[in-house]
């Protein structure tokens, strides 16, 4: 089975990578795709939104070309769109291309919307945000809205943020300072070009995992996993 990956940007790169080493052991990465024989993975950044919308035909006629690839993935945020109308977006193009390229195609794609942004899905790790924390900001935005208890993608945002997903960010690593005010020997990191935190090992993803499995939460990163299960 080979899989090919055209994500929004160097944060999905960096994290789709890992995700999918967990997740399929027995796939290599692989660096060229001329290399590409059999059980591998392809990651390309699309450059953001909206760039990576238009190298979604690019990658189509690559992954025609080669004639190597199983599965297809488009992988973007819905930003400050709802995820349907992001999803139905997405879907228009590829029919689009479809009818222009290849109307049946060999291998199958998969849209995934992160909804609103992939950090909307790290704020699901219930045991990252403290029952009574310390950090003012975290308070305020604990406050705000508890991601712990409800579904951080139906958050919204407080005044004062120009978009839903820097407020999501801004969360996650404010979750993140209030653990490394204990531990000044094990730093949590978090930035768009070092997601450390949540690639380093399992955890993180079995974390969210759970929340899905034990929820209706995080329905669009469920939406993922449960594809990723089935090629499984």
Known sequence: MNLY??????????????????????????????????????IVSGGGI??????????????????????FFICLDSEKLPYAARFQKIADKILE??????????????????????????????KMLRKNPSNQELIKCKKFYDVSLYDPELMECPSGYLTKASFHLKYFQEMLKEHNRDNKNKQMVYTKTNPFIVIKDEHYLNALKKRC?????????????DILYNLK
Do not use: M
Request: one cysteine or more.
């Open 97 to 126: 291309i479809e009818e222009k390229i290849d109307k049946s195609p060999s291998f199958k794609t998969h849209i995934i919307v992160q909804h609103c942004c992939i950090e909307t899905w790290f704020l699901g790790h219930q």
């Open 5 to 42: 990956f055209l994500v929004e940007g160097e944060t999905e790169r960096k994290v789709y990578e890992k995700w999918v080493q967990y997740e399929f052991p027995n796939l290599r990465l692989a660096e060229r795709i001329k290399d590409i024989q059999s059980n591998a993975y392809y």
């Open 50 to 71: 909206p760039a990576i919308v238009d190298h979604i035909e690019d990658a189509f006629r690559e992954i025609k070309h080669y004639g190597v690839f199983d599965h």
């Open 213 to 225: 499995e034990t929820t209706t939460h995080l329905s669009s990163l469920r939406f993922l996993f």
